[in-house]
């Protein structure tokens, strides 16, 4: 079952899905969705960052910024406006649609970032977190499963025994800072040599660091 759009205002909805095609063939409209696309881009950064900021509080910076790209990305908006059935819902000029426009990419993320915006003016910051959350969190969920092989720590675990060694070892070597913004930094060995160093806000994530740092160092961080 698809999601419902909770936009009351009728007239917000149909401009959110009016393609600037759709307006120079029927004169009676006034207005296209680029305006609301434009405000919806900007909700949706918001939204995403803000929910991964909260969701993940032990991710690393980079690792954030990797999901919150992954979730904003133009094919993974047209992939929700695809499950709310937008590309049917479009109001597109013939042309634009008999060449497929209905399923082009940049048309459905423009067309999904619209409908948020015009979801904001509609009901406010409170409505679209509730329309955007499931969607991203099952999306999140999905891209993590999927890189979840790549986990460092695991890689690195892979060729130091594909390598003859045991397991990496991974000694907390300083904690510094006041209790409530602690700063651990982690080395990591294999066998008696250290490959990798990281700091991190508990010792997981500097772990993590170092094990990044390590697969730089052996070529192995692509």
Aim: net charge negative; proline share 4%.
């Amino acid at each position: 079952m698809k999601q419902p759009i909770p936009i009351k205002d009728e007239y917000l909805l149909q401009r959110a899905l009016t393609h600037r095609s759709y307006l120079n063939e029927h004169s009676e409209v006034i207005e296209d969705n680029e305006r609301l696309e434009f405000l919806g881009d900007a909700v949706l950064d918001f939204f995403v960052a803000d929910w991964v900021y909260h969701h993940f509080p032990e991710m690393a910076e980079g690792d954030l910024t990797k999901l919150r790209s992954a979730l904003v990305k133009t094919e993974q908006l047209a992939e929700f406006a695809r499950q709310l059935g937008l590309g049917e819902m479009m109001l597109l000029g013939k042309g634009e649609a008999e060449s497929g426009g209905r399923n082009r990419a940049n048309l459905l993320c423009a067309t999904f970032e619209a409908v948020v915006g015009a979801i904001y003016l509609d009901g406010g910051i409170e409505e679209v977190q509730k329309f955007l959350k499931p969607i991203v969190e099952k999306t999140a969920e999905e891209i993590i499963a999927q890189n979840k092989e790549r986990e460092p720590k695991s890689v690195l675990q892979e060729w130091a025994q594909s390598n003859g060694y045991g397991p990496p070892a991974y000694r907390t070597i300083s904690v510094r800072g006041p209790e409530h913004a602690k700063t651990f930094e982690v080395e990591v060995y294999i066998g008696n040599r250290c490959y990798g160093k990281g700091e991190g806000p508990n010792k997981r994530v500097a772990s993590k660091n170092a094990a990044k740092m390590a697969l730089k160092s052996l070529g192995l961080d692509k």
